[in-house]
C-alpha cells in the first residue's frame, strides 16, 4: 500500500482536526443527552430542552458536525449522482429502525433515544474516523481490509465469523421488524409473515449478484421516507388537527400529558401505566442509556454493509469517501427525527380514543383483531373473540366495566402497527408506513447478505464480487435461515434485538479497525486476540442473559445487582428443582427458576448491549498488550 499521498484527491484531515471532531462528537452524542435531567428545567418550542435535544437538537448537530469535517478534511472526488448516497443511507436505516426504535419510544420514552442518537452518532463516527482512511485500501470488503492488513488467515477467519454472527442477529431483527408491517397488509402469523420475507430478501439478494441495484436501492429509501412522512402527517393530523409534527413535538408532548391527566381523573388508568415520554432515566440507568448509545454507534462504525459497499474503493473515490457518508447522514437523519414525533402522536391518537370510554361489554372489533394478531394483550389475553376479551375484563382486579390503559399490554414492536389501526386511522393512510417498512427490511437485508458474502469472496483466488457460487450461497443461505430462527423464537423487540447485533459488531471489530487505521504498531497478534477477548465476553453476556441465565446467574452471580431478597428466592427455587420427584415437578420448578434468574442475570445492571461498556475497552487494552509483546514487522498499513 502506498503512501497517503499517492492517493490522488484523498481527504486529509490533521490530527488536530481528527481529535477536535471527536472531542465534539462526545459532547453532542453523549454529555448532551446524559444532561437531560437538568436541561429539562428549560423548555424550547413547548418542548423540556433535555428531550428536544435528544430527539432533534443532537441529530442536527451531528449533521453539521459531519459536513464541517468533510469541507476541512478536503479531498476531491468526481461528482457522483444522488443515488449513491440515498443507496448507503436506505442499507443503513433498516426496518428495525422504523418499527423497533419507534415502538420502543413509545413504550418507554425518553430513555430509549439511546437507540436513534447511537445511529446518528455511528454514521458521524464513520465519517470522521473511518471513511478517510478505509478508503486507502485497495478492497472491497471487510475481509480484504483484514487479509491486507494483517495479513495471514487467522484475524481474517476470526473477523468473518464474528461478521456471521452478528449479521444473522441484524437480519434476525429487520426480519422480525418487517414481519409485523407485513402482518398488517396481509393479515397472516407472524411466522408466515417471517418465511415470506426471508424468499424476498433472497430474491433480492439473487437478483443483486447479477444486476446492479444501487439505482434502485436509492430510489427505494426516497420511497421509504415518503410513506414514512405520509403515514406520519396523517397521525399527528388525526391526533390534533392539521400540524407540521416536527415542529410540533412540543405542543404533541402537552397533549399527551393532559391526556394522562384525563386518564387518571376518570380511573381509566393507574399512574404506573402511564409513559412519561420526557422524563429521563426512569427505565434506564445513565450507565445504560450510554451502553445502549455507544453499542448502536460503534457497531455502525464497524458495520461490514456499509464500510464495504460505500466507503471503499471499490464503490468511491478516496476523496469522497466522507462526504458520500456526510450526504447519507442527512437522509438517514430525516428519518430518526421523524420517529419520536411517530410514536409520541401515535400514543396521542389511541390514547384520545381511549379517553371517549369504553365498555367492556362492547370492545371494538379493531381492538380484538389487533390482539388475535399478537400486537397486544387485552387483560391478559391474546384472542379475536370480543366476548373473550370481554370475559377476561370482567376479571380483572378494580374492573369499572370500562377498559383501561393497563388492560391492555401491547408488544414493543406490534404498537406501531396496532395504535393508528385500534386510533381508526383510514387503511389506506397506513400502508404507505407499512410498506416503507417493507423496503428498508429488503434493502438492509440485501446489504447484509451481500456484504457478508463478498467479505468470504474477497480473499479467495479468482474470485469476483459477482460471483455466486455453492461457497457463496451456502454462507448467504446459513445465515438467514439463522436470522429467520432468532426472529421467530426471539421476545425481545426490533430495536433492542438490532442493538444486540451491533454490539457484537463493535466488541470484536471496532478495535481492530481503528487501531489498524491508525496505530502502526497494531499486527495480527494483537488484532486477533482484541477480537477474541471483545467477542467472548459480549457473546458470553448475551447468551448467559438471553440463552442460559440459571447457569449465568450460578457462575457470575457476584457481580448481579440482586438483592439479598432476589438471591435466597434463587437459591430456594434452586432447591426446589433438585428436590423435585417426578418430572412434571421438576419441569415446574425449573420454569419458575429460570424465569426468576432471568430477572438476576446480568454484571451490575447492564442490559445486554450495554456490554460493549466492557468489551471495547478491554479489547483496546488487549490489542495494545499482545501488539507490544508480539511485534511484527511485515504489516501492511498505509504510511502517513
Known amino acids: 500500500m502506498g503512501r497517503q499521498g499517492d492517493i490522488a484527491d484523498a481527504s486529509r484531515p490533521s490530527r488536530r482536526l481528527i481529535l477536535a471532531s471527536v472531542a465534539i462528537w462526545l459532547v453532542v452524542a453523549l454529555a448532551l443527552p446524559l444532561s437531560a435531567l437538568t436541561l429539562n428545567f428549560f423548555r424550547l418550542g413547548g418542548s423540556p430542552l433535555g428531550f428536544w435535544i435528544a430527539a432533534q437538537g443532537a441529530l442536527i448537530a451531528l449533521v453539521v458536525l459531519a459536513f464541517v469535517y468533510a469541507w476541512r478534511a478536503g479531498g476531491r472526488a468526481p461528482a457522483e449522482n444522488i443515488w449513491s448516497s440515498l443507496a448507503f443511507a436506505g442499507e443503513a436505516v433498516g426496518a428495525a429502525t422504523l418499527v423497533g426504535f419507534t415502538g420502543y419510544i413509545a413504550a418507554i420514552g425518553y430513555d430509549a433515544l439511546a437507540l436513534p442518537i447511537g445511529l446518528i452518532a455511528g454514521l458521524t463516527l464513520l465519517a470522521i474516523l473511518i471513511a478517510p482512511r478505509f478508503v486507502l485500501y485497495p478492497v472491497r470488503s471487510i475481509g480484504g481490509f483484514f487479509a491486507v492488513r494483517y495479513g495471514g488467515n487467522s484475524a481474517r477467519r476470526l473477523a468473518l465469523l464474528i461478521v456471521a454472527a452478528a449479521t444473522a442477529v441484524l437480519l434476525a431483527a429487520d ?39 444501487r439505482k434502485l436501492a436509492g430510489i427505494g429509501f426516497a420511497a421509504m421516507l415518503i410513506g414514512l412522512i405520509i403515514t406520519l402527517v396523517a397521525i399527528a393530523a388525526r391526533a390534533r388537527g392539521w400540524t407540521i409534527p416536527h415542529l410540533t413535538l412540543g405542543a404533541a408532548l402537552e397533549n399527551h400529558l393532559n391526556l394522562n391527566m384525563t386518564l387518571v381523573v376518570n380511573r381509566l388508568a393507574d399512574v404506573d401505566a402511564l409513559t412519561p415520554m420526557t422524563s429521563p432515566f426512569l427505565q434506564l440507568s445513565m450507565r445504560n442509556f450510554a451502553g445502549l448509545l455507544l453499542a448502536v454507534a460503534l457497531g455502525v462504525v464497524a458495520a461490514p454493509h456499509l464500510l464495504g459497499r460505500h466507503v471503499s474503493q471499490s464503490v468511491v473515490a478516496p476523496g469522497g469517501a466522507v462526504r458520500r457518508t456526510a450526504l447519507a447522514l442527512i437522509g438517514v437523519a430525516v428519518v430518526v427525527a421523524s420517529l419520536p414525533p411517530l410514536a409520541v402522536y401515535s400514543r396521542v391518537a389511541f390514547e384520545t380514543v381511549l379517553a371517549k370510554g369504553i365498555e367492556d361489554a362492547v370492545i371494538p372489533n379493531k381492538f380484538a383483531e389487533a390482539s388475535e394478531l399478537g400486537w397486544v394483550k387485552i387483560c391478559d389475553r391474546n384472542s379475536g373473540n370480543v366476548a ?4 377476561a375484563c370482567a376479571k380483572a382486579p378494580e374492573q369499572r366495566g370500562f377498559l383501561r390503559l393497563q388492560d391492555l399490554t401491547f408488544s414493543t414492536d406490534g404498537f406501531v402497527v396496532a395504535a393508528p389501526f385500534m386510533a381508526g386511522l383510514d387503511r389506506f393512510l397506513q400502508y404507505p408506513l407499512l410498506l416503507a417498512v417493507l423496503i428498508a427490511t429488503l434493502l438492509m437485508g440485501h446489504a447484509l447478505l451481500a456484504s457478508l458474502v463478498d467479505a468470504d469472496a474477497e480473499v479467495r483466488k479468482n474470485s469476483s464480487q459477482r460471483d455466486l457460487d455453492f461457497r457463496s450461497a451456502t454462507i448467504g443461505a446459513s445465515v438467514l435461515a439463522l436470522g429467520a430462527i432468532i426472529a421467530s423464537v426471539s421476545t425481545i423487540g426490533s430495536g433492542l434485538l438490532l442493538a444486540e447485533g451491533f454490539a457484537l459488531l463493535a466488541a470484536g471489530l471496532f478495535v481492530p479497525i481503528v487501531l489498524g487505521l491508525y496505530w502502526r504498531h497494531m499486527n495480527s497478534a494483537g488484532a486477533v486476540a482484541a477480537m477474541a477477548a471483545g467477542t467472548f465476553i459480549a457473546a458470553a453476556y448475551l447468551l448467559g442473559v438471553h440463552v442460559w441465565p440459571v447457569e449465568f446467574f450460578r457462575i457470575s452471580g457476584g457481580l448481579s445487582d440482586a438483592g439479598a431478597e432476589a438471591v435466597q428466592r434463587f437459591a430456594d427455587l434452586d432447591t426446589a428443582v433438585t428436590l423435585a420427584v417426578d418430572p412434571q415437578s421438576q419441569a415446574a420448578a425449573w420454569t419458575a427458576l429460570r424465569e426468576h434468574a432471568a430477572t438476576l ?3 451490575g445492571g447492564l442490559k445486554p448491549a450495554a456490554i460493549v461498556l466492557v468489551a471495547v475497552p478491554l479489547g483496546f487494552v488487549v490489542a495494545i498488550a499482545v501488539s507490544l509483546l508480539v511485534r511484527d514487522r511485515k504489516t501492511a498499513r498505509p504510511a502517513r
Open 175 to 213: 426480519l422480525k421488524a418487517g414481519a409485523y408491517a407485513l402482518q398488517s397488509l396481509a393479515r397472516i402469523e407472524f411466522p408466515e409473515a417471517v418465511t415470506a420475507l426471508v424468499f424476498g430478501v433472497a430474491a433480492v439478494w439473487l437478483v443483486g449478484r447479477v444486476l446492479a441495484v
Open 388 to 391: 373473550d376479551l370481554a370475559a
Open 601 to 603: 442475570a446480568n454484571w
